[in-house]
């Protein structure tokens, strides 16, 4: 990237200690979810908190924060704009959040990680709660020194998807929230509704080693480079994606020897984000432009890969073999007609990773609404694991037994300030208009059932992971598809999917 003007250049000098720092500190993260040993975790948050207050530091260097605010825009050419954008929407949470805050936030959440870790493996929440409860202080705090105009829920949704408010939150779930419940029910009510499948409920094991080899086939049919990345079973805990740099992306797996649709989505949903951050351009390599553009384009990525691809009966007919392969004894009978119907079996469930594509949303406006009122001191945590249950049954017809498969199933209250959830939905809205786009120019079916999946991330590389953090993601959904985004395309998705798959009239 060539930069002319002087004040960016000396802004790019700086910032790449805090990205080199930042990946650094993400190491350390990757290190504690997947290697790190229980008693290592009070050294580890303190080696974390020690990075955070450096970093934040770097942040608050008077003369970077000076040419982050006052460096005038005019004159600069588009990534030069783009830099400094990204740097005053990124300096929003250090210049206004107290350092000791940033840090105590820091420390605060490395322990409640492993804490929450171990109370959901016992599902134990009381364990889990004082952390909560500090985490909630904290995020009410952070959300009042950022600043916000009437919700403090805004101020933290910002710092994932800018601009991005409550109110708007509450437009989307109250246009698909009805709309899924309605088909739901009709699925529910539909002939081949089917509660139970021997194949992933019954006697049948499916060796967490072949299922892990299966998933590196995949990968690599997918284009990921797996010597600038690196996948690691974290079974039983919540996958996750480590962005330490575009040669070095690294994923995590969850296997389950009873089912094994679990793996082969997960991979296929990790290595999605995984591919973004690979294709980004190597020029913008710790730059405020490495990176994906926001977490709501960056799940568009995962979700894409997952569902659109994954769980689509073209590619089902070009995984069905190979899952013969890999396990003989098991599926040597099973057609592709009925993986697909398994992969896409709709049922109000519990557990939102596991969710399906009609119910997935469900889930979210759930979290959403919880988290707002929390961060709005409406809904003490002690109250949490009781309303949890009540609005499953009310959004999805079903009451968790514990909380383990109730309130205690992600990790994200634990790692990072509240706000983080709508994203997963925009997720799924972006990727719906995306792929309609893609669609006019590629064969997506034919491509999906003869494997060649190259060629779908050619696309996706050319049109939205090569230009990093350069757009803002208005910019980028109206440069690729034309228009904004709209819930609609992903509601058409739905409707015409699953419409078909339960021959719902
Ligand atoms: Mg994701």
New binding site residues.
Partial sequence: MKVKNRKVKNLLEKYRQISLLGKTEAVLGWDLRVNLPKKGVEGRAAQIAHLTKIITEKWLDPEFKKLVEDTKLSGLKPEEKAILRNLRHAGKFYFKVPKEIIVEFSETTTRATVVWDEARKKDKFSEFLPHLKKLIKLNQIIAGHIGYRDNPYDALLDLYEPDLTAIECKKIFGKLQPELTKILKKIMKSKNYSEKSYLVEGELDYPKDAQEQLCFFVLRRMGYDLEAGRMDDISPSHP??SELGRFDVRITNRYNVKDFREGLMVAM??A??GLYEQGVKEEYSATPLEGGVSLGI??SQ??FWENQVGRSFEFMKFITPIFQAFFPGQLSEVGAETLFSLFNQVRPSFIRTEADEVTYNLHIALRFELEEKMVNGKIKATDLPEIWRVKMKRYLGVTPKTDREGVLQDVHWSTAPMGYFPT?TL?NLYAAQFTREMQKELNLEDLAERGELGTILSWLRANIHQHGGLYRSDELIKKVTGKPLNPQHFLDYINKKYSKIYNLK
């Fill in positions: 996750f994606t949903h990790e999605g984000h960056h799940e995962s979700r997963y997720g």
